[in-house]
Nanobody
Framework: QVQLEESGGGLVQAGGSLRLSCAAS????????MGWFRQAPGKEREFVAA????????YYADSVKGRFTISRDTVKNAVDLQLNMLKAEDTAVYYC???????????????????WGQGTQVTVSS
């Protein structure tokens, strides 16, 4: 069982930055891939970024490459998402998720994740 809790959302102007954090607890975190997804009003949930808890290559959606950075802190048991150069279209509820180790492009598939946080709202004003 893995518990996840997001924080750090808020209102920011276009071009600004935010840092989201996901506090993780539970057994065998090292066996999981950690992901961030988002869901805008009226749209389906979409993949943003993911990283293996044990380390290794991260994976990003094309829409956020070069602007967002995912990182994990195994001391604090947290996975952060740094959001830079924010755009109005980044407005969404952002969710942290964990799934048993997911290779390659499987990291981008929401159905492969077993545990989800409650979400944190990010609103970008234009």
């Amino acid at each position: 069982q893995v518990q996840l809790e997001e924080s750090g959302g808020g209102l920011v102007q276009a071009g600004g930055s935010l840092r989201l954090s996901c506090a993780a607890s539970g057994r065998r975190l090292s066996m999981h891939t950690m992901g961030w997804f988002r869901q805008a009003p009226g749209k389906e949930r979409e993949f943003v970024a993911a990283i293996p808890w044990s380390g290794g290559s991260s994976y990003y959606a094309d829409s956020v490459k070069g602007r967002f950075t995912i990182s994990r802190d195994t001391v604090k048991n947290a996975v952060d998402l740094q959001l830079n150069m924010l755009k109005a279209e980044d407005t969404a509820v952002y969710y942290c998720a964990a799934g048993r180790y997911l290779p390659g492009q499987a990291m981008g598939v929401s159905q492969r994740y077993d545990y989800w946080g409650q979400g944190t709202q990010v609103t970008v004003s234009s």
